[in-house]
Nanobody, 126 residues
């Protein structure tokens, strides 16, 4: 089992920044590709970003490219999401996920992730 706990969400004005963290415990963190999804109540969950086990490869949803940056620290069992130039449409609950497989198509659907966190709310005011 892997437990994932997100933190860092909050209320920020448009144009501002937030840094989300996802702390993992349990099985070997470095074995897992990690990523972030988000969901607006009443809407489908959507993939945001993915990072490979060693942190070298990343893949971003087009709408966040250039604004969001994912990183990971395998020594600290933590993955981060730096979000800059936030927009009201970024408002959502952000979920951290872990999966043994780094595959963009698999992560785009998010249907078969091995583990999920409980989410952290990000609210961007206009």
């Amino acid at each position: 089992q892997v437990q994932l706990v997100e933190s860092g969400g909050g209320l920020v004005q448009a144009g501002g920044s937030l840094r989300l963290s996802c702390a993992a415990s349990g099985r070997t963190f470095s074995n897992y590709a990690m990523g972030w999804f988000r969901q607006v109540p009443g809407k489908e969950r959507e993939f945001v970003v993915l990072i490979s086990r060693n942190g070298i490869n990343t893949y971003y949803k087009d709408s966040v490219k250039g604004r969001f940056t994912i990183s990971r620290d395998n020594a600290k069992n933590t993955v981060y999401l730096q979000m800059n130039s936030l927009k009201p449409e970024d408002t959502a609950v952000y979920y951290c996920a872990a999966d043994l497989i780094y595959d963009v198509r698999r992560w785009n659907t998010g249907d078969a992730m091995d583990y999920w966190g409980k989410g952290t709310l990000v609210t961007v005011s206009s």
